[in-house]
């Protein structure tokens, strides 16, 4: 088995259609979703999209594909960390999403594994293997990745949640980020991860000016997070967001 593993599209329709155009190419058999799918600009195009893959498709649980859901239902909460979204972008985006939608989202797994040629036994979460909004950052301590992990038997886990690829050891146990595919840090065009037999961090370019330009259509009044200018037009700074996503992680220890 060859996979494609898909992290944080948050609702960037025209990035995961470019993404999908280089995953075609490739010739996986599956494509993971590794969580935070759907809110954005184009959160039920982007859910129906998806679908179309079908039986391909094997879908994970991140935080906001959860508080979406949550909000659907009018239930969200908000985490109180700085680095989360607040309620009313969430409602927002679940205003402009069905029932099927909702469902499919709150019955989402919060890990996934895979038997991977050349790999073995891989995990798939969103977050970390006990928490689908915990922070683990390429430079998190030895002993958060023991914590977080302590309940797999996979020796290779796939992560995301903080939108920068990184492939590392931690104790033996090799974790991989495969960035994100719609909000991107530190760099242009949308990332995600080629495994089988090896791990290829992979990046595909598209006109970011365009696709904002097509989000902005799309999405008039969500809630400006500076997802249009901050992250498709130009891409966030990754010690920007390291220095912030560092600050949660310490909140959250």
Excluded at 148 to 153: E, G, K, S, T, V
Excluded at 181 to 196: E, K, N, R, T
Aim: aromatic letters at 6%; charged letters at 20%.
């Amino acid at each position: 088995m060859r996979v494609a593993v898909l992290a944080d599209i948050h609702g960037n329709l025209p990035a995961l259609e470019a993404v999908l155009r280089d995953v075609d190419a490739a010739g996986v058999d599956a494509v993971v979703l590794d969580g935070d799918i759907a809110d954005g600009p184009m959160p039920a195009p982007t859910l129906d999209r998806l679908a179309e893959l079908g039986d391909r498709v094997i879908w994970v649980r991140g935080n906001s594909d959860r508080d979406l859901a949550a909000a659907f239902d009018g239930t969200f909460q908000p985490s109180g960390l700085a680095t989360n979204a607040p309620a009313e972008y969430y409602a927002w985006c679940a205003a402009r999403i069905s029932r099927a939608h909702r469902d499919l989202l709150a019955d989402l797994p919060l890990t996934v594994s895979l038997d991977i040629d050349g790999l073995g036994a891989v995990a798939f979460c969103h977050g970390t293997a006990r928490d689908d909004n915990e922070f683990i950052l390429v430079d998190s301590p030895v002993s958060q990745y023991q914590a977080a992990f302590a309940d797999l038997a996979e020796p290779t886990v796939v992560v995301g949640h903080t939108h920068m690829p990184f492939d590392r050891l931690a104790d033996g146990r090799r974790v991989i980020n495969p960035g994100s595919v719609g909000l991107g840090y530190g760099h242009p065009g949308a990332s995600w991860a080629l495994l089988g037999p090896d791990v290829v961090l992979r990046r595909t370019l598209y006109d970011t000016e365009a696709a904002a330009a097509a989000l902005e259509a799309a999405a008039p009044g969500l809630p400006d997070i500076g997802f249009l200018a901050g992250n498709v037009r130009a891409s966030a700074s990754d010690a920007e967001a390291l220095a912030a996503f560092t600050e949660t992680a310490r909140q959250q220890a």
